[in-house]
């Protein structure tokens, strides 16, 4: 079975440039959430989807980050425009009704 | 508020000999329990879980974990250390009345040969 899959792996932008990471989650999993990775701290949780439904988007920045998930299946979100700040891993996991997590290799961001 | 503690950024411990990694929460109702795991340049990957039943759960590379409802903890224990578990480990809470996992600021576990 594929595990969760996020691209790319790494990107490095320049600060006000736009930015989209993209996750395909597991075969069936109907919840997905995108979550912000400092290095050496927990995920932090941006937004959660039940299907295509956002059902907890509280602490997305939604003056430069949005997200969807069209068709209920895979997602992207993006960031315009980035800032310093932003610079982190970006992580994706899916799960079947809000129970287990399982996560992707994450895209680790760089502003420069 | 809700919160998850992991009160040590790091645990050394020799190879052979057993660890513990501490959890303690504050997170209304019976939430569900879970540890994961972190290598370098990878995404969390579970361990284990608790919902409910018996409080000693196992879980995958020989880990386990002790469920304590009187003090509201959750460690992570393992008899016998590998130097291949050094690696950053998570615990992780789930408010099964909103749906929401908080996750703990994380433990680095160092495991000497």
């Known amino acids: 079975e594929a595990g969760v899959v996020q691209s790319p792996r790494y990107k490095i932008i320049e600060k006000k440039q736009p930015v989209a990471f993209w996750c395909n989650p597991i075969?069936?999993?109907?919840?997905l959430y995108w979550y912000l990775q400092n290095l050496g701290q927990g995920p932090e949780l941006l937004i959660r989807y039940e299907n295509e439904e956002a059902v907890d988007d509280s602490q997305l920045p939604k003056d430069r980050f949005s997200a969807e998930r069209l068709k209920g299946v895979d997602s992207t979100l993006k960031i315009q425009p980035a800032e310093l700040g932003d610079s982190a891993v970006y992580l994706c996991?899916?799960?079947?009704?809000?129970?287990?997590?399982?996560f992707g290799p994450g895209t680790r961001l760089t502003v420069l | 508020a809700q919160s998850v503690a992991q009160p040590e950024d790091q645990v050394n411990v020799a190879e052979g000999n057993p660890l513990t990694v501490k959890c303690t929460y504050s997170v209304s109702g019976n939430p569900y329990l879970f540890w994961y795991v972190q290598y370098p340049n990878r995404g969390l990957q579970f361990l284990l879980k608790y919902i409910t039943g018996d409080n000693l759960v196992k879980g995958s590379y020989g880990f386990e974990a002790e469920f304590n409802k009187s003090q509201t903890s959750f460690h992570l224990k393992k008899p016998s250390a590998l130097v291949s578990d050094s690696a950053l480990y998570f615990c992780?809470?789930?408010?099964?009345?909103?749906?929401?996992?908080?996750f703990g600021a994380g433990t680095r576990l160092f495991v000497k040969a």
């Open positions: 996991a899916s799960s079947f009704s809000s129970d287990t997590q399982y």
């Open positions: 075969s069936g999993h109907n919840t």
């Open positions: 992780a809470v789930l408010n099964t009345g909103g749906f929401k996992t908080i």
